[in-house]
């Protein structure tokens, strides 16, 4: 039978998580799990440094963990980097469960130390039975196929080398090398939901399902590869379907409707804007809203454009186009300020950069964006409507003038060409009220 330390090195070998020449960082909480993760790599010679957090939540135990791990680390010439934080107090400012908490600050830590020591691999020591423990409280909650896939071993640089080895197996390492770990008695509580179905389902499912554990393993590896097949096949998807515009990234409204696979290509979409994927029911929402409505996330925004969806940073957006609501007075934009206000009568304006309109048919939010290919309006004074490109053509615009040219819009018609002329449908009539001023000034 081959022994435990063959195991992991053939393990490690065959699936190519890491060489012997990589900066390797191994997270160390001082239990027994980290404890023996460190132990297989020091005899299979990897080099490698220790990161531990004290989340100090068990006051003098969470100091103990500390000293323990970098005791170990002087024992054995492995560098230990450690950090305090005040877990209760970062889990009331930002809303958060203590586990939850603790999850952000440890990876948010993990990251910065790989990005400033520069480490090409951060390692943690979860294991089988962490596993099923995590696809059980992931299908209690609520989840789609991936979190069925339970925990992925390689996520960009995090690695989980001991997915391959039950609880069972650990532990009879861990007492065959004496390796010495710290108990955390916290562990050993139900109020804690992954303690609770440690400690309590899974031992209960057992008594009826003797072989419980293994065929969840086996249903998450099936459900990992097809996760795997349906995140290639989305990828392909969204590749297809997408369309980039001198900085903007568009998708066409039908094509992703009637798209397979379509609540994975709009989940994946909505994570590449910096979205939540819980978010998807408002982006089916927006699929089917009227032009102009949008989402906005920390770092992006969707927006509703006739048969498109158009994704942009607020940089790339202020080049382009610009969301207006009715509350908002003043737009400040790259190529001049928009500007508008509610109108007491008709009065004929001379500058050409204002306007009075009708503001009944209007429609918010409005926008304001360069003109396109396809544009038309219904220039005022006439009853028929005319492609943006052939009244350029008819007002003798220069190259420049036209590419510079912006429009404002509300739902699928053009109100303004700004500095041209109005749309003959939001042309002023006698008693017409509401009225609104509108006014453009190019920097």
Do not use: C
Not at 121 to 128: D, P, V
């Amino acid at each position: 039978m081959m022994d435990f330390l063959t195991s992991f090195q053939r393990h490690i070998k065959a699936r190519q998580f890491f060489q012997k020449e990589d900066r390797l960082l191994l997270a160390v909480s001082g239990g027994m799990d980290s404890m023996v993760l460190a132990h297989l790599l020091l005899k299979s010679g990897f080099s490698f440094s220790v990161a531990h957090m004290n989340f100090q939540l068990r006051g003098l135990e969470s100091d103990g963990d500390e000293q323990f791990v970098k005791n170990w680390g002087l024992e054995n010439g492995v560098e230990v980097f450690s950090k305090k934080v005040n877990t209760e107090k970062y889990a009331a400012l930002n809303k958060l469960g203590i586990q939850e908490a603790a999850r952000k600050l440890r990876y948010d830590w993990f990251e910065e130390l790989s990005v400033g020591q520069g480490f090409s691999r951060i390692l943690t020591a979860h294991h089988a039975d962490d596993d099923i423990e995590t696809a059980l409280h992931l299908y209690f909650r609520g989840t789609g196929l991936r979190g069925l896939a339970g925990i992925r071993p390689v996520r960009e640089k995090i690695v989980r080398p001991l997915l391959f080895a039950g609880r069972i197996e650990i532990e009879a390492f861990a007492t065959l090398n004496n390796i010495r770990f710290r108990n955390d008695a916290s562990n050993l509580l139900d109020k804690y939901t992954r303690n609770f179905i440690r400690l309590q389902v899974i031992p209960l499912l057992q008594k009826n399902y003797p072989t419980l554990n293994e065929n969840i393993l086996d249903n998450i590896l099936r459900f990992s590869r097809l996760a795997d097949e349906v995140d290639k096949a989305t990828v392909t998807i969204i590749k297809k379907l997408e369309v980039r515009e001198k900085g903007i990234l568009k998708y066409p409204v039908q094509a992703l409707l009637k798209s397979l696979f379509r609540s994975q290509v709009l989940i994946r979409i909505l994570q590449n804007a910096g979205f939540n994927p819980t978010q998807l029911p408002e982006l089916e929402k927006l699929l089917q809203s009227d032009s102009g409505k949008y989402l906005h996330s920390s770092t992006h925004r969707i927006l509703k454009d006739r048969k498109w969806i158009i994704i942009s940073s607020p940089e790339e957006t202020d080049a382009t186009f610009f969301v207006i609501e009715k509350s908002d007075q003043i737009i400040k934009t790259s190529s001049g300020e928009f500007l508008q206000m509610p109108a007491d009568g008709f009065k004929p304006v001379k500058d050409r950069f204002s306007e009075i309109i009708d503001a009944t048919g209007l429609s918010y939010p409005l926008i304001l964006r360069k003109w396109k290919t396809g544009d038309y309006f219904y220039p005022l004074g006439m009853k028929h409507k005319k492609k943006l490109s052939r009244f350029f053509i008819d007002q003798k615009l220069s190259v420049h003038e036209k590419e510079n040219t912006w429009v404002l819009e509300s739902g699928r018609r053009i109100v303004w060409v700004l500095g041209q002329r109005i749309d003959e449908r939001f042309a002023v009539r006698k008693n017409t009220v509401p009225l609104l001023k509108i006014s453009w000034k190019p920097l």
